[in-house]
């Protein structure tokens, strides 16, 4: 059998793990990244199988399987694991997860050979014990003991791993943060062997297995106070013959940074070098965003990936799920503490479309459960009449509707008559209706902000208003004034509202932050059907965020206001700053 068959034999038997799963039960079957990325590069995930770690390979099999090409040991093949004192070796979890990457059809990427970091004293002692890189002078005996050592576990560690393991981070994080220097000075490799340890280490790495892929890793790869250090590293060994094959960017991101343009901009220069590229250490934290702007975040960059998988052939997650990341609290992977999907997963599903249309193609835009809570039905977009449906209306307890769409219950099979309409997520509380309801038709609703370029006032500055409703992220409308103040849209129509969003003071050109004192502090959405009586309809206060963005129960709504009392946290300010306000629904007739 060839490796692709081996690869689709592979796949059916995930495909029945999984629908013999949680995953049956809201009917559908979780999409495979490994399936959906293979003609652009492998996706890999870090395992962790150390002894002091929990053993995702057997918590997290069922994500491992369905969704990565690649493993790589997140603790199980550093050097103090492997070789925690000399010449005594502990092959056992890193063979167990080649021999899983290999029964599953899967690559293996060998992380790390050379390392400052999780590698054991022993490597650096003299004879007598001492720490080498603290003695006064450093003798040539002392250079050539700690270089045969590391060429030591070089080799032993690539000859038995052999061909099972593809490619290799030889040298991992050896590029300073500090512009002075190009080295990391305080790495003991340095420090007891000097610059040249690099070159040694590929070099031997490449004559113990000439078919492995040897890759530079490092962090802040893309980081413009550091890439130019790490492309010099690079260009001078290339320059002298060291067989480099390879640049691993570890990807420790944030919602917020690296910029695009930063990691595109690193990707050509890197590949300007002739080098493979693996994201070897993906996982972007939370921070203070959603899990929404996460997954923006996410497709955004995966999107980027696609674009130069020519070079790109390895994107790793440096773990499996949020239960299982080492950083913590900061949720960065594509699965929840529960194992389930975020929306990031549903985000780089299909980096073309947004991640709740992903989402609502595989699970359904809506769901139906009991009053048990159970999930008893799941409609993708579409018109149906309730007697063609496979579930009974009876049943419905609560109703979910998938973020972007809209579900319309109607009273007659033609969809004539009383309509009753829900967005996102509705308890459903009328008993009897749902039953009575004949038709049921699930759209998508429009993604438009319908403020945009609308006529506007306000109580204060009105010559500025308009810059609210501009679309551009860098105009505001800015009163410096005592509260209460307001700033009123005409929408020319009724429409039903569904979400609104305001950017305030954080979210501009010069500051770009989550949550500042600045923003505005308490402050209302209003409507009114003659722009003269005013309705309440959504209350902020105690607000720090940068951007308010908030769902609406279909408010019928033809002017909208902003009613700001507060327009800062800080007491002795009162300067404003709306850089926009947008609103989404749909015509109301
Ligand atoms: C981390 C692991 O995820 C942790 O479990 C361990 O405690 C410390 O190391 N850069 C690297 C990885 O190259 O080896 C690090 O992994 C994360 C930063």
Not at 153 to 162: C, K, L, Q, Y
Not at 234 to 244: H, I, S
Request: aromatic residues 12%; proline residues 5%; contains cysteine.
């Amino acid at each position: 059998m060839t490796k692709r068959n081996l690869a689709a034999v592979c796949f059916l038997v995930i495909v029945l793990v999984f629908s013999s799963s949680s995953v049956l039960a809201e009917n559908y079957v979780l999409p495979s990244l490994r399936e959906i990325y293979k003609d652009y590069f492998h996706i890999g995930g870090a395992i962790s199988v150390a002894s002091w770690a929990p053993k995702t390979l057997i918590s997290h099999r069922e994500i491992i399987l369905g969704q990565l090409s690649s493993l790589t040991a997140e603790n199980a093949m550093k050097p103090d694991y492997l070789q925690p004192r000399e010449g005594v070796f502990n092959f056992r979890e890193p063979d167990n997860l080649v021999s899983f990457a290999k029964e599953h059809g899967m690559v293996v990427r060998g992380h790390t050979l050379v390392w400052h970091g999780q590698t054991p004293d022993w490597f650096f002692r003299d004879k007598n014990g001492q720490l080498i890189y603290e003695k006064d002078q450093i003798t040539d005996e002392d250079r050539q003991l700690v270089i045969s050592r590391m060429e030591a576990h070089i080799e032993a560690v690539m000859t038995h791993f052999g061909d099972d393991v593809y490619c290799w981070d030889v040298v991992n994080e050896a590029v300073s943060d500090n512009a002075a220097y190009i080295h990391r000075p305080e790495s003991p490799w340095v420090r007891t062997i000097g610059e040249d340890f690099i070159k040694i280490a590929f070099r031997k790495a490449h004559e113990v297995n000439p078919n492995a892929k040897l890759f530079y890793n490092d962090y802040n790869a893309v980081a413009p106070y550091k890439r130019g250090r790490i492309h010099k590293l690079l260009t001078d060994l290339l320059a002298e013959g060291v067989p480099v094959h390879g640049i691993g960017i570890q990807g420790h991101w944030g919602v917020d940074g690296p910029s695009l343009a930063d990691i595109e901009q690193s990707i050509k220069m890197y590949a300007e070098l002739g080098l493979e590229i693996h994201i070897t250490e993906m996982d972007i934290g939370m921070g203070d965003f959603t899990e929404e702007e996460q997954a923006e975040r996410y497709r955004q960059v995966f999107e980027l990936f696609k674009k130069y998988s020519d070079v790109i052939t390895n994107v790793t997650l440096w773990g499996i799920a949020d239960d299982a990341s080492w950083r913590g609290d900061d949720d960065p992977l594509l699965f929840d503490r529960n194992h389930e999907p975020k929306p990031a997963f549903w985000a780089v599903v299909d980096t073309d479309k947004p991640w709740y249309v992903n989402k609502a193609e595989y699970t359904g835009a809506v769901i139906f459960k009991n009053a048990a809570g159970q999930i008893f039905g799941t409609l993708k977009p579409g018109e149906y009449k309730a007697a063609d449906l496979s579930f009974s209306l009876a049943d419905v307890a609560r109703i979910e509707v998938g973020t972007g769409y809209m579900m319309s219950l109607y009273e007659s099979e033609d969809r004539t008559g009383d309509a009753w309409h829900f967005v996102r997520t509705d308890l459903f509380d009328g008993a009897n209706w749902p039953d009575k309801a004949k038709a049921i038709a699930i759209r998508t609703i429009s993604a438009q902000n319908i403020a945009l370029n609308k006529p506007v006032e306000a109580s204060v500055l009105s010559e500025r208003a308009h810059r609210a409703v501009d679309g551009a992220a860098d105009t505001s409308w800015a009163p410096r004034a005592t509260p209460p103040y307001w700033l009123s849209v005409d929408l020319q129509e009724p429409y039903l509202l569904y979400r609104w969003v305001c950017k305030l003071h954080g979210t501009g050109p010069l500051s770009r932050i989550s949550h500042s004192p600045f923003n505005a502090a308490d402050f209302i959405l209003q409507v009114s059907e003659d722009g003269i009586n005013w309705t309440d309809v959504d209350v902020v206060e105690d607000n720090t965020a940068s951007t308010t963005e908030r769902d609406l129960d279909l408010i019928k709504a033809r002017y909208v206001r902003l009613f700001v009392t507060r327009p800062t946290s800080l007491e002795v300010n009162q300067n404003l700053v709306v850089y926009e306000l947008e609103l989404y629904g749909l015509p109301a007739e």
